[in-house]
């Protein structure tokens, strides 16, 4: 089977967070399967530099195609396009049942497919083409020839206003259900998702849709040593708590920042707190910082890559995942195969994931930053306790690796292939 990855959403999906970890995960997992021909992930080009490590893992099966810039005439089109279907969306959500609209928007929305079908894509030399296509995001403005599946990890952007501009979440949500609705299948790795996103968002029935469990990520590779991890992150010659998180609000950050004086006032005035995530701490969190005179000890230390990231799993007093929705937590899986207890937020998503590890791992609510303070503070009271119980539920589970989830996947994409679906 030919496979292909679409993986240009603006931007690579990054190797080294989130969507991105699984995407090139599932990649080396399905290039090392005997039944796969190759797989192709296609990308914006110039973006080669950002998937070379997985196209060396890929043993010359992962391949690469290139997605090139539209021409300026096609992208002046495309502009107006989406303008003209934000305006639509927005009366059509306050008209409801304007038929008239709905019409509108819909060749609209097809226009703005032809156009994106126009950009030019560079194929490597005999790859011949793809007998389906695999797309890790729902936001994709093009139509397929071949069978596909798309994979929902969740529809934050309708659960938290903030996480993508206001002016494009009704076009966001009109497009998500366009793809969801056209595509051959649909996966996801949670059945918490699969009920609330996938049923209840966007109304796909549950025979087109298929629930594949992940792996722990397995790219961390050897941690840097302690002298090259000062180096990089000087905050972790101090005792500090690790949320590796982009800046989005569901993430809630916040929380965290509020729990920390409870934190260092219960015992451990040295706390800090090391964020990873792209860019400087956002002005909001710097200003909640400063209002708890908390400088110095909250530190937002940028991307890192990913044995930085192991060094720094192995050197926190703990890993701390508040989020408010999540479809499961590859920091809480990663920090403890880097032997770092951790503790997480009791969301149903969350409760799913863990449930196999028998109560090993410590949940709080995560709106409260006294619920937050008070686990972290239980957990650093009986630290060694709690990391050695995380290690034997850990131990406990059955195995699964990437190539057995790239085995679940296959099955999928040959289900959408035979046309079952």
């Known amino acids: 089977m030919r496979i292909g990855i679409w993986c240009a959403y603006g931007r690579t999906l990054a190797p080294t967070e989130g969507i991105g970890v699984f995407t090139h995960a599932l990649a080396r997992g399905l290039a090392g399967l005997a039944d796969v021909e190759d797989v192709q992930l296609l990308i914006h080009a110039g973006d080669e530099p950002a998937v070379a ?19 300026w005439l096609d992208r002046w089109r495309w502009k107006a396009l989406r303008r003209r279907h934000r305006r639509l969306c927005d009366r059509l959500a306050a008209e409801p049942g304007a038929a008239d609209l709905a019409a509108r928007r819909g060749a609209t929305e097809r226009s703005i497919d032809r156009v994106f079908a126009r950009q030019r894509i560079v194929e490597p030399a005999g790859s011949g083409p793809r007998d389906v296509w695999l797309l890790p995001h729902v936001a994709v403005e093009r139509p397929f020839a071949t069978p596909t599946v798309v994979i929902v990890h969740d529809m934050v952007p309708l659960h938290f206003p903030g996480v993508i501009r206001a002016v494009d979440q009704e076009s966001f949500r009109r497009r998500a259900h366009l793809v969801a609705r056209e595509a051959t299948l649909v996966g996801t790795m949670s059945r918490t998702i699969r009920d609330t996103d996938v049923a209840g968002l966007l109304g796909c029935p549950p025979q087109r849709v298929r629930v594949v469990p992940p792996a722990t990520p397995d790219d961390l590779g050897a941690a840097v040593g302690h002298d090259a991890l000062i180096r990089a992150v000087p905050a972790a010659a101090r005792p500090f708590l690790l949320f590796p998180a982009a800046w989005r609000p569901y993430k809630n950050h916040a929380r965290l920042i509020e729990a920390l004086p409870l934190v260092r006032r219960g015992g451990h005035a040295d706390m800090q707190v090391v964020f990873t995530g792209s ?11 400063a209002d708890h005179g908390l400088a110095g000890a909250v530190h937002a230390v ?34 403890i195969r ?16 863990f449930a196999p590890l028998g109560g090993a791992v410590p949940l709080f ?3 409260s930053p006294h619920a937050i303070a008070t686990a972290v503070l239980d957990l650093l009271a009986d630290r060694e306790g709690v990391r050695r119980r995380q290690q034997q539920a850990f131990a406990a589970l059955p195995p699964r690796s990437w190539a057995d989830v790239a085995a679940d996947w296959l099955a999928v994409l040959r289900e959408a292939v035979g046309g079952r679906a």
Request: hydrophobic share 45%; aromatic share 4%.
């Open 53 to 71: 490590a997985t196209v060396a893992a890929g043993g010359g099966r992962i391949r690469v195609a290139t997605l090139h810039r539209q021409a």
């Open 279 to 289: 860019g400087p701490l956002p002005a909001d969190l710097a200003r909640m910082v």
């Open 302 to 335: 940028g991307s890192v890559d990913r044995p930085v990231l192991a060094a720094l799993y192995r050197a926190a007093a703990a890993t701390v995942v508040p989020s408010l929705y999540e479809q499961g937590s590859f920091p809480v899986l990663e920090a």
């Open 338 to 353: 880097c032997d770092c207890p951790a503790a997480a937020s009791d969301i149903p998503a969350l409760r799913e994931a």
């Open 365 to 367: 609510d995560p709106r």
